[in-house]
């Protein structure tokens, strides 16, 4: 009976032990960074990237001389693509967003995104085409918080499509 005791104390630490070790490899998928490519700009890392989205309208209308009401696909659109990054001081991002504002010639770049695990793998990539900088914000200052100064770039766009790579 001490020896069946004793191996399940064992066991137990083993999975106690193995545990740790299993979530990581769990969280692995967790832990990856964005790599952003704009056509003529080049690429560069990002702390966030949101907005890699594709949403149908909705078209409701009556049925006939019921109430019941039928619905439909409508048009279809893209989320706007919402880049934040650490200000580093340079200027290529907002050039590109002031380029309509100082020349009136709206310049359209494609570009895409890719997702990269901690090994560095690239895990799935989304391209977007025809994209145009929407809005563009520099950072914000306040002598007393300790944060990372951050350029934000909205972009608009006509289309993305999502490759699944392997690893």
């Given at each position: ?10 066991v ?21 960074s ?96 025809r ?37």
């Amino acid at each position: 009976m001490a020896a069946i005791r004793m191996y399940a104390i064992f066991v137990f630490m083993a999975l106690v032990a193995a545990g740790p070790a299993q979530a990581q490899q769990r969280d692995q998928a967790l832990k990856y960074s964005f790599r952003v490519e704009i056509e003529g700009i080049g690429q560069g890392f990002f702390r966030e990237v949101s907005g890699l989205g594709v949403e149908t309208e909705v078209v409701e209308y009556r049925d006939g001389n019921t109430n019941d009401i039928r619905k439909l696909p409508g048009r279809t659109g893209w989320s706007d693509i919402v880049l934040k990054r650490g200000f580093r001081g340079g200027t290529e991002l907002y050039e590109w967003a002031t380029t309509y504002a100082r020349t009136g010639n709206l310049v359209r770049r494609s570009g895409a995104i890719t997702m990269i695990d901690a090994n560095g793998h690239q895990i799935a990539r989304w391209q977007f085409e025809r994209g145009w900088p929407l809005k563009w914000g520099g950072p914000d200052f306040d002598a007393s918080k300790n944060e990372v100064a951050l350029e934000t770039l909205v972009i608009a766009h006509e289309g993305l499509t999502l490759a699944d790579e392997p690893r």
